[in-house]
């Protein structure tokens, strides 16, 4: 065999032939030979920085050792890990290594899953030669999440340096000075912001970088480790949860290259504090007269059973409403609906910040990513509709990310000019009103283009500059790709959209996509948890339910308009709240059902590529919870309906979706006509609603931590400073907006991004909640 072929360079390895790429280094040709070389600096998912040195090799005919993460394989090398030279200059690093590191490892947080510790066992030595004082690293002030008290440890691989730049897309470690006088630290002292910023605790090989909120909670050793898959976004990232005592004391991922590689966002990462959160639900609660009682199982599932079945006979089982949250589990939905099903009742829905159903119904499958997660690295085009893609999708975002860096162009046509950290070709930005608009200049762009006849549709809309530039990317590259953000799918024109974005993937061969929402959204169509009838959530107030169960549902935070939420759930003559936290249930609820969330309970997911996941509850649910499968499968034998025997959620499972083939059922396609475009109205304010990354659900809303984050802050109004000048508001005054009938008061912001028709009031939080929908006309004005 030639030492170069089709395959690659062939090397030897401590006596092993082993075959790589050309321009390969030595680091992974011994990888893929199975053959250890110390490091800490290298990261596989990291570019080379050849800091640490500790991975030096003898490579024949070279006179001194050679860095294996830095050196390219050629024909014919001969690579020597564990030579007498190899091993003296290991030693002679470590030596150095450790000249300056603190004796401290009996109270370091790294301890036991320390490399510095692992490797000091067999290439550090037993005295040292340095005698003088070790150099001392003030603490550095990160922020809620990230502890660096301890930075003398730190030994300047800067791996956390290259991920922020890297992965994270944002430099928010440096390196200072130089020599012994080098120190890893934020600029200007500002705290480390970024929505992925947690993996650079995983990626830290010494104790420098630790969890602030696991901080001296627990020794390595004493922890048990459980695979489990997270449930705040629609990749259903894969972690394990650390175990002590019966308690979740962290969440580290689990790598799998086909979903979150091996990183993390610090939604999923840092959202674990909430388990213990002096708000759970720990006994089953009953309202009687007024007071609330608590009661064992039987008496509240009886209750609740004898209050649904009132209202039924009273009002008929149209009135009653069943609302589940798409951060449910398979199972849960499959029971949810089945139970409202068998009792006669025919609104059920997950989609709960969803404006309009028609998109739904016209869908002629169920909404998906159009392609498997991996896949997104191997696109050219890319365009983005509707998305605030970081704080939604964050590590979607990082694939985007890379991607980009590898040459995909990515448009984008949203309500914000936020700064993705990754290169944007284009930018289409406007209020919500307007996105129909852009996308049919788009599509009138792709038609003269194309040469083919426009749309009627389109034909009187002007093609700007951006707008020909975007079809212009999209009508080259190979492999491309048109996604519809969560903002697209719940805007009240969803279907125009949808119909005009579908128009522009068929005239330029893309894939459609949705980024789903939630963990479950995709599973939430499979087993059908969606109302028989048109009725929308987006106007609870209007359904005439007279009766509702929620599922892991806060309605006045999770829906399209939290006070028509409100309102229904206030004038409702009966509801039952199976949840895990009391939360503002308690003021409108008849019952409180304490629902085990996804630690405690096994489940499935189905994330925004159509994979299956199951997982096993990690620790005992806490008090008296229950897992929410077994609370609705007991509450439908209580109201003597068939077909509720479940033994096990295994068994909920293979009913829900037992011989159904995902993949047949995942279909983007509308059958809808496109609409023209309304004509924009300069002088009408509209509302911009992101929901906060980490106010998404019940449990983040809950994470102490999370909350103390920048993105964690009350949010305020804001809004372009144009606007605020000409409203004669400064950055700072309180303001009031209204939406409808409702106002709150807030504090203003200036932020260029914002379109000047438009104002920035972020949705999910309680503070936000008193107005209307996520989309629609507001006024500002100065208190």
């Given at each position: 065999?030639s030492?170069?072929d089709?395959q ?6 401590d ?12 680091m992974?040709a ?8 110390p ?5 596989k ?8 040195r500790?991975?030096?090799?003898e490579?024949?005919?070279s ?8 050196t390219?394989v ?5 690579v ?5 030279k190899?091993i ?10 450790l000249?300056n ?10 301890g036991g ?6 490797l000091a ?8 030669q340095?005698?003088e004082?070790?150099r ?6 990160l922020?809620?999440l ?20 890297e ?14 006088h ?11 912001d970024?929505e ?15 969890s602030?909120p ?22 259903g990232s ?8 019966g308690?979740?004391?962290?969440v580290?991922?689990y790598e799998?290259e ?27 609660l009953?309202?009687k007269?007024?007071?609330w009682?608590?009661?064992e199982w ?13 209202v039924?006979?009273r009002n008929?089982?149209?009135s ?12 849960e ?9 068998s ?6 829905e ?15 499958g169920?909404?998906w ?9 191997l ?8 998305s ?5 999708h ?9 991607a980009?860096k ?29 996105w129909?608009?852009l996308l ?6 792709i038609?003269?283009q194309?040469g ?6 389109f034909a009187?809309?002007t093609?700007?500059?951006?707008s ?5 990317s ?8 048109v996604f ?5 799918v ?9 119909a005009?974005?579908?128009?522009i993937?068929?005239q330029t061969?893309?894939t ?6 939630g963990?479950?959204?995709v599973?939430a169509?499979l087993v ?13 107030d ?8 929620l599922?892991n549902v ?10 028509a ?14 949840a895990?936290f009391?939360?503002?249930a308690?003021e409108?609820a008849d019952?409180?059902?304490p ?5 405690e ?11 299956l ?8 649910p ?5 897992p929410?499968?077994?609370i609705?499968?007991?509450?439908a034998?209580?109201l003597?309906?068939s ?8 068994a ?8 159904i ?6 279909d983007n396609?509308?059958t809808?006509?496109?609409?023209k475009?309304?004509?924009s ?13 980490y ?7 809950r ?6 984050t ?5 949010p ?15 950055a700072g ?7 409808g ?5 807030l ?8 379109p ?5 009031v ?6 936000t909640s ?13 208190m």
């Open positions: 065999m030492a170069v089709g690659g360079v062939e090397i030897e390895i006596g092993a032939k082993v075959q790589v790429a050309p321009g390969a280094m030595v992974e011994a990888s893929k030979a199975g053959v250890y070389v490091h800490f600096c290298y990261h998912k990291l570019t080379i920085a050849a800091n640490c500790m991975c030096l090799v490579v024949e005919k006179p001194k050792a050679l860095p294996a993460c830095a390219p050629t024909p014919g090398m001969v020597k890990t564990k030579s007498p190899a003296a200059a290991q030693k002679s690093v470590m030596e150095f290594l000249i590191h603190p004796l401290d490892c009996p109270i370091c947080d790294q899953e320390c490399q510095l510790q692992d066992v067999g290439y550090g030595g037993s005295s040292s340095y005698q004082e070790k001392v690293v003030f603490h550095k002030p922020g809620p990230i502890s660096a008290e301890e930075m003398t440890r730190c030994i300047h691989c800067t791996r956390c340096v290259r991920f922020g730049q992965i994270a897309g944002v430099m928010e470690l440096g390196m200072a000075n130089r020599g012994e080098s120190e890893i630290m934020t600029f200007v002292g500002r705290s480390v970024s992925l910023s947690g993996n650079m605790i995983d990626l830290c090989p010494v104790g420098a970088l630790t602030k696991f901080r001296y909670s627990a020794r390595t050793w004493e922890l048990a480790r459980r695979r489990s898959v997270a449930p705040h976004d629609s990749l894969n972690i394990v949860v650390q175990v002590k005592n308690r979740v004391k962290r580290v991922p799998n086909e979903i979150n590689e091996c990183w993390l966002s610090d939604r999923d990462r840092f959202s674990y504090e909430a388990l213990d959160s002096d708000d759970r639900l720990l006994k089953p009953i309202r007269d007024g007071v009682q608590e009661v039987d008496i509240a599932i009886a209750f609740a059973a004898e209050g649904l079945a009132g039924k006979a008929g089982a149209q009653l409403g069943f609302l589940g949250a798409p951060t449910s589990t398979v199972e939905l499959h029971l949810l609906q089945k139970l409202a099903r009792f006669g009742a025919g609104f059920v997950t989609r709960l910040r969803v404006a309009n159903v028609a998109l739904g119904d016209a869908r002629n169920i909404p990513l159009g392609m498997q997660i991996a896949e997104i690295a696109l050219d085009r890319a365009l983005i509709i509707g605030y893609l970081r704080k939604d964050p590590l979607l975002a990082a694939r985007i990310r890379g980009a590898q040459g995909l162009e990515v448009s984008a046509v949203h309500g914000l000019d936020e700064d993705w950290l990754l290169p944007i070709a284009e930018k289409l930005v406007a209020s919500p009103s307007d129909l608009r049919a200049g788009i599509a009138r762009a038609s003269v194309k083919i006849e426009c749309p009627a549709e009187e809309v093609v700007s500059e951006s020909a530039a975007v079809a212009s999209l009508l080259s590259g190979e492999k491309k790709a519809l953000g969560n903002a697209a719940q805007h009240p024109e969803a279907l125009a959209i949808t005009a974005a579908q128009w993937a068929n061969g893309a459609l996509g949705v980024l789903t929402e963990a479950n959204s599973g169509y059908n948890a969606l109302p028989d009838t048109g009725r929308s959530v987006a106007k609870l209007e359904a005439a339910l007279k009766a509702l169960v599922l806060e309605p006045e935070l999770d829906s399209a308009d939290g006070p939420a409100s309102a229904a759930l206030k004038s409702a003559e009966f509801v039952v709240a199976i895990p009391k939360g503002s308690v409108y019952v409180l059902l629902m085990a969330p996804f630690t309970t096994s489940g499935s997911f189905v994330n925004a590529e159509g994979r996941q199951s997982f096993a509850g990690v620790v005992h806490l008090g008296d919870a229950r929410a499968w077994k609705l499968r007991v509450l034998n209580t003597d309906l077909g509720f025997e479940h033994s096990s959620s295994e909920v499972l293979t009913e829900a979706l037992g011989g083939d995902i993949e047949s059922k995942l396609s509308v809808a006509k496109l609409v475009p309304a004509a109205n300069a002088l009408m304010l509209e509302r911009l609603a992101p929901v906060g990354i106010a998404s659900d019940s449990i983040v809303r994470a102490p931590s999370l909350q103390l920048r993105d964690g802050r009350v305020g109004a804001v809004a372009n400073p144009a606007l605020l000048a000409r409203l004669g508001i400064a005054d309180r303001v009031r907006v209204r939406q009938a409702g106002a709150v008061e504090i203003a912001a200036a932020d260029s991004a914002i000047e028709n438009a104002i920035l972020a949705a999910g939080h309680s503070s008193g107005i209307g929908p996520m989309f629609g006309e507001v006024t500002l004005e100065r």
